[in-house]
């Protein structure tokens, strides 16, 4: 049907066109309102198709706006992948990124979140991304870092700040499949979730620090001499974790 309206919208355009232009070869004066009729109504035609164009383009993006983005992360994954400043530290950073990227797309069949859900998640493993090709230490940051005037590389700061958005996520799976009794207790447990998250991710920099030691760890840490650096992470997820979460609770009140 969607075809059918598509191709007949086309031929009305051409077909009126074309007679507009007969008509403006006659230099008879009782053509020229009949030019601006059909002048106005071809017009009125062409808007038609193309909002109608921009509805399908729409109505397609809405459809297929997980796989878009998949696409995207994708590309970006593998640009970035060529020549990072470390392989052994892209690596290990990218890991846990493909995991949630594979989690993400064995379960799309079965559950498929909003898609501002899947935005949020998106920009996260990117920005995280875009950390695992230079080193979250090294990487280009001196606009904000200059900003908030401070010396120190806060790119982590920022990222560990986005793991907050899969509270987000979180909080619309368990209210969709009602795990939960309300909205509240929904965000509570997004919130709540990554904050384990956070400390486990925090234990397992620690290990890999003591077991692989030197420049790789550092870089992989990236705690830039900050003694306090794991504590100040996990409170930058929580914060960011807490401000989804009311988001999420904001335009899902029960």
């Known amino acids: 049907m969607v075809s059918f309206a598509y191709v007949y919208t086309i031929i009305c355009t051409l077909t009126e066109l074309l007679i507009l232009c007969q008509l403006m070869r006659s230099k008879e004066a009782a053509t ?11 017009l009125t035609e062409l808007f038609s198709f193309v909002n109608f164009k921009r509805s399908l383009c729409m109505s397609f993006v809405r459809a297929y706006f997980p796989h878009i983005l998949f696409v995207l992360y994708l590309i970006l994954m593998i640009w970035l992948g060529i020549d990072p400043y470390s392989r052994e ?10 995991i949630v990227v594979a989690g993400l797309a064995l379960s799309f069949p079965k559950f498929r979140f909003s898609n501002t859900a899947y935005f949020l998640m998106w920009f996260f493993l990117c920005f995280h991304t875009i950390g695992g090709h230079y080193s979250f230490s090294r990487v280009p940051f001196d606009f904000f870092n200059d900003l908030i005037g401070s010396e120190r590389n806060n790119f982590d700061r920022v990222g560990h700040f986005l793991v907050g958005v899969f509270a987000y996520p979180m909080a619309e799976l368990y209210q969709r499949k009602k795990w939960v ?74």
Not at 32 to 42: E, K, N, T
Not at 89 to 98: D, K, Q, R, V, Y
């Open 89 to 98: 530290t892209w690596f290990a950073e990218n890991l846990p990124i493909w």
């Open 181 to 254: 009794s309300n909205t509240a207790t929904a965000v509570l447990i997004g919130i709540l979730a990554v904050g384990t998250w956070a400390g486990f991710y925090e234990v397992v920099e620690m290990i890999y620090a003591v077991n692989y030691g030197g420049e790789q760890a550092a870089d992989f840490l990236g705690s830039q001499g900050d003694i306090w650096d794991a504590q100040k992470d996990i409170a930058m997820d929580l914060l960011g974790g807490t401000l989804f979460g009311l988001i999420y609770l904001y335009f899902h009140r029960d």
């Open 32 to 42: 020229y309102f009949i030019r601006i009729l059909y002048l106005f109504d071809l």
